[in-house]
């Protein structure tokens, strides 16, 4: 195929301003920088030879539970506790127990622990909890010879 002198003269054309505009393109465009070189970070040998402390647990710890975590609204469950002396059970200590309903705080009986260390509190739910709102118990030891201990919530969601 033949090109005529119009057609050469249109591709002609055509290319030089491709040509150009790929010049004028690459002109505008960012210009490289040298980065800066991070200073070389070194580890002195002595500091691997350091031994860090090993911790030590707690001599007394205790926790907290519930019988039921998803009762009835109308139920009645049982809130469980027990202190523990290097895992072993403290006997004699007071513990408290306080429930944490959407409305209100009550404080349940006191109780003593037994020779296992354990504690257990019976709550009668009657309907002070909306179905499906978490609530929480909190117990405390106390009486003992650690002093005072406050254990991890135990909790429920009536359903």
Not at 26 to 55: A, E, K, L
């Amino acid at each position: 195929m033949i090109m005529n002198m119009k057609q050469s003269t249109y591709f002609i054309v055509l290319a030089t301003s491709c040509l150009t505009l790929l010049v004028l393109l690459s002109s505008c465009g960012v210009t490289p920088t040298q980065t800066n070189v991070q200073p070389t970070v070194t580890i002195n040998p002595s500091f691997q030879s350091q031994i860090s402390p090993i911790p030590t647990a707690a001599p007394y710890l205790c926790g907290s539970w519930s019988s039921n975590n998803a009762p009835g609204t109308g139920s009645t469950i049982v809130i469980y506790a027990r202190l523990v002396k290097n895992m072993q059970g403290v006997s004699g200590a007071t513990a408290t127990a306080i429930v944490h309903f959407q409305s209100q705080d009550v404080q349940l009986d006191q109780a003593t622990s037994d020779s296992g260390g354990y504690v257990s509190f019976n709550l009668p739910l009657e309907g002070r909890q909306p179905s499906g709102v978490p609530a929480t118990v909190d117990v405390t030891f106390t009486n003992f010879p650690g002093g005072t201990l406050h254990c991890s919530s135990a909790f429920f969601t009536p359903q």
